[in-house]
């Protein structure tokens, strides 16, 4: 069974930062690509970033230059660096994954992943 579990929520003043992780479980993740959503009260979710089997890596340009996403494919493990947080990135972070070795032409979609985890709220006070 395929499970996602992300961790290192928080509250945080704005200007400071957080780094969350997801594990994934039930699987072979090194020929996935990995994602990271947000949703804000209200709000749909939208993408963060998102790193791909070789390495490459993508990010929302509401977060370029201030979040660093990263995977260790030996434990299964993405990261989501966040620096210079701002309060308008609070919100409920979700980590999603792709069956492994399936193409995904756009990483941003929602609809190109398919597993995710329940989140971890991200609460930056201004």
């Known amino acids: 069974q395929v499970q996602l579990v992300e961790s290192g929520g928080g509250l945080v003043q704005a200007g400071g930062s957080l780094r969350l992780s997801c594990v994934v479980s039930?699987?072979?993740?090194?020929?996935?690509?990995m994602g990271w959503f947000r949703q804000a009260p209200g709000k749909e979710r939208v993408f963060v970033s998102a790193?791909?089997?070789?390495?490459?890596?993508h990010y929302a340009d509401s977060v370029k230059g201030r979040f660093t996403i990263s995977r260790d494919n030996a434990k299964n493990t993405v990261s989501l660096q966040m620096d210079s947080l701002e309060a308008e990135d609070t919100a409920i972070y979700y980590c999603?994954?792709?069956?492994?070795?399936?193409?995904?032409?756009?990483?941003?979609?929602?609809?190109?992943?398919?597993?995710w985890g329940q989140g971890t709220q991200v609460t930056v006070s201004s």
């Open positions: 999603a994954a792709t069956k492994a070795g399936r193409y995904v032409y756009t990483v941003s979609q929602f609809s190109q992943y398919d597993y």
């Open positions: 039930g699987g072979t993740w090194s020929r996935s690509v």
């Open positions: 790193i791909r089997s070789g390495g490459s890596t």
